[in-house]
């Protein structure tokens, strides 16, 4: 089992900065693959960023290409994902995921364990 728990959503302005974290803790952090993900009312739960157990390859979806950089600190059991530029088409409740694998894959059901999610909210 591995228990994630995100941290650093809040309320900010268009433009501004946000750094999401999500630690683990259960098993070896560096054996997993994460992916941030969002979901906004009304929608469907979507891919935001993912990262392979190194560090060494990254994902990004395209609405947030540029904006966005997700990053992993192994030795602290940590992934973050950085937000900059921020817009209102950016605010959603954003969960962290943990795949069982070395490497990241774009399907959420791919993912094995999730955090409660912390909600980012961006005013125009």
């Known amino acids: 089992q591995v228990q994630l728990v995100e941290s650093g959503g809040g309320l900010v302005q268009a433009g501004g900065s946000l750094r999401l974290s999500c630690a683990a803790s259960?098993?070896?952090?560096?054996?997993?693959?994460m992916g941030w993900f969002r979901q906004a009312p009304g929608k469907e739960r979507e891919i935001v960023a993912a990262?392979?157990?190194?560090?060494?390859?990254?994902y990004y979806a395209d609405s947030v290409k540029g904006r966005f950089t997700i990053s992993r600190d192994n030795a602290k059991n940590t992934v973050y994902l950085q937000m900059n530029s921020l817009k209102p088409e950016d605010t959603a409740l954003y969960y962290c995921?943990?795949?069982?694998?070395?490497?990241?894959?774009?399907?959420?059901?791919?993912?094995?364990?999730w955090g409660q999610g912390t909600q980012v909210t961006v005013s125009s």
């Open positions: 995921a943990a795949r069982g694998s070395l490497y990241y894959t774009l399907v959420a059901r791919e993912y094995a364990y």
């Open positions: 259960g098993r070896t952090f560096s054996n997993y693959a």
């Open positions: 990262i392979s157990w190194s560090g060494g390859s990254t």
